[in-house]
C-alpha cells in the first residue's frame, strides 16, 4: 500500500538531495552550457557572446567518427563487465558469508586504485621488456616477447579491470536479494545449473541488468586516462579531445560544446534504453 | 654522458626532499625564522617534480639569504594547464602565485589575455644581462616576462637497444624505427612542425603559409608508422625510454640527463639540424599584491652567478650570455650545444593556434 505525500511538509526530505543536486550538478551544468556559446579568442581564451561556431565546428565527419567510437567502445566495455560480472556475483552470492567479505573487500580494493596507476600497471604489465609475454616465452608459449600495449585490446582491458568491480557491487544487492527458491523450483523441474541461470535467474534480474549496463556504460564513457596511456591515437575518445581542448589549447568554449554534446548523446541513450525497459515490462 | 651534470646524483635530489619536508615540519611546529620571514614573502611556481625540488634546494634559499625574503614555492603542472589555472583564477581576482615560470607559447598567450603585470626594468639593474630574445614585452612595448631559463628538447636514444647515437632528426623517418619511437602529442608542445621544416624543407620559412603548413604536416605524417607512443605525460615516456620498451624519441635534454647520470642507458643526442630551444620566462601575475618583491626576485635570479648556478644545480642553460658567466667548457657543453638551435616558430602557435591544433589532431589520430 502506497501513501501519498499530501502536505507541503512531506516533501522536505527530499530538499537536502534536490539542494545538493542542485548546487553540484545543475549550477555547473549550466555553466558548462552557457560557455559553450561564448566567443573563442584564438591565441587567447574567451569572451562571454552567444555564438553557434563551437557547435558547428564539431558537426564535422571527422569528430563523428570519434564521438561513435568512443559510444561504442563505452558500450563494448559495459557489456563486456557485465557478461563477466553477472555470473561472478551470481557465483559470490551463493558463497558462505566469510568468503563474500573477503572478495568484496578485495573489490573494493581495486576500485579505489586511481585511473592512472591502473593505466601504468597495466601498460607495465603489456610491455614488452617487463610484461606477461616474458612469462608465456618462460614457459615455451611465444618465441619472443612482444609488446601488447599500446593497443584496442589493452585499452579495453584496462578499461574493464577498471570497471568491474564497480559492475559487481552494482549488482551484488540484486543478486543476493533473489529468491532462492525460484533456482531450487527449476531445479526440482528437472532444468541444469546452466540452464535454471540462464532461463530463470538472469530473465528474473532483466532490469537490474538493463541499469548495470546503464551505469557501467556512462562511467566509461567518461573515462579518459586509460584510452590516452593504453591506445594508439586512434582510440582516444571524445573525453580525451575535450581535455586537449580545454587544458591544453585553453579552449574552454570548444572544449563545454563537446562535452554537452557527449552528456546529451549519453543521456538520450539511456532514455531510449529505459523507455524500452518501460515497455517490456508493460507487456 | 654519464660525467654530465655530475653536480646532481639522485642522491641530491633525494636529500631536497628531505630538506624541503624538513621546512615543512619547521613550519607545523612554528619555528620562529619560518614566522619572521613570512612578513616578507613570495608565493613562486616552478614546473612539479625534480625541477622544482632543485629550485627549492639550491636556488631559492639563496634568494632568501640575499634578500630576507621566504619563498613558498608551489608546484606547477606543464605551461598549457597552468595558465589555464592563472586564467580563471584572474576571473575571481585572485593569483595563484606571485611568480610563476612561463613557456614562450604561454607567455604570448597570457599577453593576449593581459594576464601579466607590467614590469619596470629600471627597479632590476641585472635584467640588462639577459639575452634580448628571452626578454617578452607587450605589444605596447612595456616588459612582462624576463627569462628564467631555457631548455632543449633533444632526440634522446637508449643506448643498449640503439647502438650507434642518432646524429639527425632524419632519424625519426627511417623504415628501421617502425614502432620505436615515443613523441609528444601536441602541436603546440612537441614543435615537430619546426623540426620537420628545418630537416626536410631546409628552414622554417616554409611555415609561413597554410599551404607550407600542410606540405610539413603531409611529410610529418610519415613519421606516424614509426611512433609507439604520442605521450602528453613525461613520466610515461621516461620510463618507456629507460627500459628500451621505446628506444628512440624526443624529450627534455636536462631530465635525460639526469637519467644518464643515475647510471640508466640513456643518451641525449643534439642532432645536427639543432636542438629544440625553448624557455621559461619569469612573469608575475597581475592579480599579485607583491609586485615590488617580485622584481627584486627576478632582478636576483637574471645575475650571471645565479644563471651558472642554474645550470649546475638544476641543468637548464642560462638566459645570459655564456661569456658573462663562469661556466667552464664542459659545464656548458653539459646544458647547450654550439649547433645552432631550432626556435620554435612561437608566431605560427598562436596565430593559427585552432586551425593548427584541428589539423595536427586529424594528423595523428586518423
Known sequence: ?283 | MVEMKKGISRRSVLAGIAGGSAVAMAGITGFPGILKAQEKSLKIGAYGGYFKDSFDKHIFPEFTKATGIAVESVAQPTGEAWLVQIEQAARAGKAPTDISMISQGMMQRGAAANLWAKLDAAKMPNVANVMPAYINKYADGSLCGVGAVTWYITLVSNTDVIKEAPTSWAELWKPERAEQLGLLALVSNSFLLDVTAKTHFGGQDILDTEEGISQVMDKLAEVKKNVQLWYRDEAQFEQALKSGEIPMGQYYHDVAGLAAADGHPVRSTFPKEGGINDSGSWAVSGKSEKIEMAHEFIDFMSQPEIQALLSRKVGTSPTVPRAKTDLTDAEFASVSSEIEPIIPRYDMYLQRADWLSQKWTELIVS
Open chain 1, 1 to 283: 500500500m502506497k501513501i501519498k505525500p499530501g502536505k507541503f511538509s512531506d516533501y522536505a526530505a527530499i530538499g537536502f538531495p534536490a539542494g545538493m543536486l542542485t548546487v553540484f550538478f545543475v549550477i555547473p551544468f549550466g555553466i558548462m552550457i552557457a560557455m559553450s556559446f561564448f566567443q573563442r579568442v584564438q591565441g587567447a581564451f574567451y569572451e562571454p557572446a552567444f555564438v553557434f561556431e563551437n557547435y558547428a565546428r564539431f558537426l564535422s565527419t571527422f569528430f563523428a567518427g570519434i564521438l561513435g567510437f568512443s559510444v561504442g567502445l563505452a558500450a563494448l566495455v559495459a557489456v563486456v563487465s557485465v557478461l563477466l560480472a553477472f555470473p561472478f556475483t551470481y557465483i559470490l552470492t551463493r558463497m558462505a558469508r566469510q568468503t563474500q567479505v573477503v572478495w568484496l573487500v578485495f573489490l573494493l580494493s581495486v576500485l579505489s586504485l586511481s585511473e592512472v596507476l591502473i593505466g601504468f600497471g597495466w601498460s607495465t604489465l603489456l610491455s614488452r621488456t617487463a610484461g606477461i609475454t616474458n612469462l608465456l616465452v618462460s614457459l615455451g608459449i611465444m618465441d619472443k616477447p612482444m609488446s601488447l600495449s599500446p593497443s584496442f585490446g589493452a585499452v579495453m582491458t584496462g578499461m574493464v579491470y577498471q570497471t568491474f568491480p564497480y559492475t559487481v557491487l552494482v549488482l551484488y544487492p540484486a543478486l543476493s536479494r533473489l529468491d532462492p527458491s525460484l533456482v531450487e523450483a527449476a531445479r526440482t523441474l528437472g532444468s541444469g545449473p546452466a540452464r535454471s541461470f540462464l532461463n530463470v535467474v538472469v530473465p528474473a534480474l532483466r532490469n537490474s541488468i538493463v541499469s548495470t549496463l546503464i551505469m557501467v556504460f556512462v562511467f566509461a564513457l567518461g573515462c579518459y586516462l586509460l584510452p590516452q596511456l593504453l591506445g594508439k591515437p586512434s582510440h582516444w575518445t571524445l573525453s580525451v579531445l575535450i581535455t586537449d581542448q580545454a587544458i591544453y589549447q585553453s579552449n574552454m568554449p570548444f572544449a563545454a560544446a563537446m562535452a554537452v554534446f557527449l552528456v546529451l548523446v549519453s543521456l538520450s541513450l539511456v532514455a531510449i534504453s529505459l523507455l524500452y525497459g518501460k515497455k517490456e515490462n508493460a507487456g
